[in-house]
């Protein structure tokens, strides 16, 4: 595995007060027993499709024959593609997306927001006779993608031949009848089924993630494998305290029940884990966030958030867990020149690489955290691929679904959104009869 | 003034106990009685020189006359430039650079992070002969920004004539010898100077803010302006009450003194409002953040957060107060199209703009949050331009004097992020002698 777990800068023995006691986290990590013993038995006899997703491979042959439609003519070599969908049809296609070459193509739009400024400014920089567009809606009836997807529509078909628009298209929606599919059979967009059994912020391993990360050139087998790798590692263990996501699990647990711990953030000293900061911070919130429980997960970066926000991490409300997740980078990335370090206080940068600061910096703000008695915990990356974002990605799934069964709520469901949705659609109703009046 | 604050939401008239009664908010008000009269004399006397900003012109002229060098020769009209520093050396040009058009040259480039591969994809895409760079820090010894800066300029001087370097360089640091201004006039690059007595987090009105906003083409004028009519009205008011910084900042701290909120979400339904999140996140969290005290501060984003975050806002722990940023958006955009949405289910939709489902989502998220009991303010903008970002600019750092007067707090210090500073120096020492050894 190319990344590792410490926990010890949540420790008692190593922050004082602010700490988690060995016996309290041993008391923790036997209450997720239960928890584990389920996830095996799910694995097991299939009932749990997420994890069966590392060992798929059907789903990769189906997804690459109907990408053949954006590559088929050579007109249709698309330059760009608009991913449209939101939440967890968007957040993990991005997060993977983050690993591919900047200058390869088709470059990839992620569109999960509806401000109309930004669909203009997009719309006036591409060509749609390059452009292909994919519809994630797992109800195949949110409003939002739904919208875009019937702008892009309108877009492509005011420059295209109107029969064109399906080669353009893609949508992925469960396998029953609902707007997006019915649509997307009028248009004769092909259709990729979503997997009815695994919500939004657990798609990223399904061909929700994998369609951006296929046409982004990425090697969607070996996140697969990282995946897999993770999950045999985690459910494998005898004991609980050999199970990476149960330790993570327990602590965050147990820091927020004995030590008021209310916030867990989520700081990546790797630019592109900007977005699996994102992933994660839906993923947390939106499993656990119920029944007055759960903690707010916050997404900072490192090294730009020491300059914004590390006066308060230190200084502060005693309220938060820290998860750095730093990278190799000691050695890497362009040199100070000596003859532009030659002020003497800038003498400790010359000769140094631009990574080598990186690393320093990283370890300083564990350092002055656990200095301040704050718990951190570090995830270090010994290299950052497909393989090891699939394990990360693995870890905190199952990190999140321990801690929901710590916590006594359903990480699968998020009942309280519902009625914002209804408001809204009354919201639209009322405008249209204001209209009509 | 085209923006208004409303913040019913946030009184238990309005959303039951979890709100702040009016006797409270009016006990509080009255606190903030000696802050005004502060900012008053501080505006008078002219010792706090952001109140100053707003009447400026000579650094605007300066700027201009600077920034020729930008555009002197025909050759040196940049298609691109990068703009160097962190916090609050970028974070204020960030949030005006977002009203930019996004075609327009040249284009900006924030690099407000030292991960060496974000350096390397963007040094492989642009042209050094049509680059500029731009360092700015405030004391001149940042270590990330005087390493990008060192390694800019040795990409730079790796294409060009070495004596061209100054010519795609200005500098921006305080009026004192320090590593930065020493090594640029070596460079002979253009240097601006830093305003000693105003800290980064507070700069976006001085030339640090104004120096990316005109290389855009903004209307910095009016942006001055927009700061000048907030900062006029706010002290001008004759009762707290009439004072919308001197209102948000009781809320915020009554809220956290009577309801135990410790998070404040900052949600605009705005794309180009992302980074005046990011800014304010910065501007509270490090003026704030320190003996203990001050709230922790979120930047979400409506409507694709409702699929993210609203689940844990609405039911996750009340310890969370919203302030969300609106657009005047109903019946803008693109239109959907009848045919795509014919589906019955979708009829709502039919003939409505994107700009109609943005309003209907922000009204309605709205709603949700005050039917939980959940305290929301709310700022309307009628017309986002630069006249009101510098309104709200100016809104927001008097609303975080204010609190860190309520709050006996110091709003212009960051002692606590010291310590960090000095351990990264000790370990890029230690990694200079393990080399040499």
Redesign the interface.
Known sequence: MDYRQNIDGCLADKIGARGLDRGALDAMLGRTAPALEKLRRLRDDGSLPLLRLPGRKDDIAQLRRVLKTFRAAPRQKFRDVIILG???S??GGQTLYALAD??AQPRLHFL??????????LF??IDPARTGVVAISKSG????T??????C???LRGKLDPDAVGRHTIAVTEPRDN?LR??AMRLQTPILDHDPGIG?RYSVLSNVGLLPAMLAGLDVAALRAGAGETLDAALGASDPHDSAPALGAALGVGLSEQRNI??TVILP????LAHFG?WF??LW??S?????????P?RA????D???????????????MFTLVTGE??G??????PD??S?P??A??T???????????Q???E??LI??GRPTRRFHITRLDERTLGGLLMHFMLETIIAADLLGVNAFD????E???V???????E??REAAQ
């Open positions: 939101t939440g967890g968007s957040l900047e200058r999960d927001n509806i401000d109309p400024a930004t669909f203009e400014a006036a920089a009836g949110t409003a939002e739904m919208t875009q997807f019937a702008i529509i309108d877009w707007p019915l649509l939004g209310g916030t000293y790797v630019d592109r994102l911070r839906q919130a939106e656990l966030g119920k029944d007055g429980k759960g903690t707010t916050i970066m490192g090294t730009v020491q300059h914004s926000q590390l006066q308060l991490y230190l200084a502060g409300p005693a309220d938060k980078v000691a890497t990335g362009p040199v100070v020149a532009l370090a002020d206080s800038l400790y940068l000769g140094k690489h631009m990574g080598d600061l990186l690393d320093a910096e370890r300083a703000t350092q002055s200095r301040n998020q009942p309280a959104v009625e914002g949705k408001i809204a659609r009354q919201y639209l109703g405008m249209g």
